[in-house]
């Protein structure tokens, strides 16, 4: 079956440490993935696109790698601060069919002052 | 507005009633999605729109759940004979054509079903 996994137990890490998400998938075959970043009772704002030939993208205190042979994406938020706290999201836009993308569980990140 | 609009922000019903759900998208955006979040829980796809052609329905959880859409304008989410698993937060987002970025999502429409 397809799967898309995000760690379900929050991320604490100290302020000023490099966080560290993971997103791993089973029998997809993604054009691209994106993150996305939710606050409580907000919805989803999208941070990060990468596609499917990229190997790394970064924008500012973020980072996100992409391996297809591992079927992983890795996103980090380097020098973290509290404000960074929230849900971060991973989503998969398919490469056939309709153009509809498909969302992770998400993992609550809690940066520490 | 600049962003995509849901209203009601908050709905309370009862067992039973049918509800609608409105969506803005935001001007010029083709595509619209409809998602939705059980509390704790991530995005479950319910139903894309694209310009006129035939939505993608197959995440429908039943035949209780329907969306329109006019054009590329205003997006309705109905449920009927709603069921205290209806309960959830209900979220669009519209997009600019068909192979393209990022999702813009309105901050979603709280069902909660008593």
């Known amino acids: 079956s397809q799967k898309i996994e995000q760690n379900s137990e929050a991320l604490n890490i100290q302020e000023g440490k490099t966080a560290t998400l993971t997103c791993n998938y089973t029998n997809y075959s993604p054009a691209y993935l994106q993150w996305y970043r939710q606050d409580p009772g907000r919805g989803p704002v999208f941070l990060l696109l990468?596609?499917?030939?990229?190997k790394e993208k970064r924008k500012e205190r973020l980072k996100v790698t992409f391996d297809t042979t591992l079927k992983q994406s890795l996103f980090h938020i380097t020098a973290s601060q509290p404000a960074d706290s929230a849900t971060y999201l991973c989503?998969?836009?398919?490469?056939?069919?309709?153009?509809?993308?498909?969302f992770g569980t998400g993992t609550r990140l809690l940066v520490s002052p | 507005g600049a962003g995509v609009s849901q209203s009601p922000s908050n709905k309370v019903t009862e067992k039973g009633k049918d509800v609608e759900l409105r969506c803005d998208p935001i001007s010029g955006h083709t595509a619209l999605y409809w998602y939705r979040q059980r509390l704790g829980q991530g995005l479950e796809f319910l139903i894309y729109?694209?310009?006129?052609?035939?939505?993608?329905k197959s995440g429908l959880p039943s035949d209780r759940f329907s969306a329109e859409r006019t054009g590329e304008s205003v997006s309705t989410l109905t449920i009927q004979r709603t069921q205290q698993e209806d309960s959830a937060v209900y979220l669009c987002a519209s997009t600019f054509g068909k192979n393209t970025g990022e999702l813009f999502f309105g901050e979603g429409s709280r069902l909660t079903v008593l």
């Open positions: 990468i596609r499917e030939n990229e």
């Open positions: 989503a998969l836009r398919l490469n056939t069919g309709f153009q509809k993308l498909v």
């Open positions: 729109f694209q310009g006129n052609s035939a939505p993608d």
